[in-house]
C-alpha cells in the first residue's frame, strides 16, 4: 500500500520574518511567518516547515515565539529547524508547539545527538535536513554529492548519501533532502539525487529545493518522495498548494 504523498510549505525565517533568496543567498522578505502558515494550512498544507536561518541564541528565542503563535493558529504539524544543538533545544520547540524538529549542522559534528533526541523522544519526532550539493573541485565522494552545513556555505566532505542512510540508522524518523545547488532556482528537484537517497533509506524522504511548476512535484514523487516541499513558489503566488495537490492526483498519484 502506497503511503499518501504530503505537500509541506516550507518558511525560512529570520529575525522573525520569513525570507528567500537563491541559493540562500539574496534574500528578500516574504511576510510574517504566522500569516504565512495560516494561509497554507488555509490552502490544504500536510505540514508546515520552519527554517531559522539566523539560527543565533536570539534567532532561537525568536522561533520559540514564532512557534507558539503559529501553533495557536494552525492544526497542521509543525516542524521546526535551525539552532538546534542538544536535547534540550528540541525540549524547549516541542512545548513551544512543534511536532518535529530538524537537525543539521549539530548532528554532523556530533552524529550522537540524533540517538540521543530519538531515545528521549522517538523517532517520529526527528527529522535529519541533509544540505547536499554535487562536489565540486578538489572535494571526492563515492556518490557525487557532499553535505554542507551553516545553510549551504560550508562544505563537509562528508558523503551525503552515506549520511542520510546513517541518520536513518542512529534514529531519524524522516529524512529532508536539500539540493543546495537546485535551493531556489525554480527549476526542479534534483532527481538523481533524490533517487540515490531512496536507494539507501526506509524511511520517509522529503524532497527540497528546486520547484518551479506542479509537474515538478510529480517528478519528485516519482522518483521516490515521500513528501514534497516548497517555499518561495507558495510565497510570492507563482503555485498554491491545491494547484500542487491537483497536478499530482491528476498524475494518479494518492495525495493526503
Known sequence: MSVALRVIACLDVDAGRVVKGVNFAGLRDAGDPVELARRYDAEGADEITFLDVSASTDGRATMIDVVGRTAD????????????????????????????????????????????????????????????????????????????????????????????????????????????????????????????????????LIASGGAGTPEHFVQAARAGADAVLAASVFHFGTLTVGQVKNALRAAGLTVR
Not at 523517532?123 to 572535494?139: C, E, H
Not at 560550508?154 to 529524512?175: C, K, M, N, S
Open 73 to 204: 493558529e494552525v492544526f497542521v504539524p509543525l516542524t521546526v529547524g535551525g539552532g538546534v544543538r542538544a536535547v534540550a533545544d528540541v525540549d524547549r520547540m516541542l512545548r513551544a508547539g512543534a511536532d518535529k524538529v530538524g537537525v543539521n549542522t549539530a548532528a554532523i559534528a556530533r552524529p550522537e545527538l540524533i540517538g540521543e533526541i530519538a531515545e528521549r523522544f522517538g523517532s517520529q519526532v526527528l527529522v535529519l535536513s541533509v544540505d547536499a550539493r554535487r562536489v565540486t573541485g578538489d572535494t571526492r565522494t563515492t556518490s557525487g554529492y557532499e553535505v554542507t552545513t551553516h545553510g549551504g556555505r560550508r562544505g563537509t566532505g562528508v558523503d551525503a548519501v552515506e549520511w542520510a542512510r546513517r541518520g536513518a540508522e542512529l534514529g531519524a524518523g524522516e529524512i529532508l533532502l536539500n539540493s543546495m545547488d537546485a535551493d531556489g532556482t525554480t527549476a526542479g528537484f534534483d532527481l538523481a539525487m533524490l533517487a540515490d537517497v531512496r536507494r539507501e533509506v526506509k524511511v520517509p
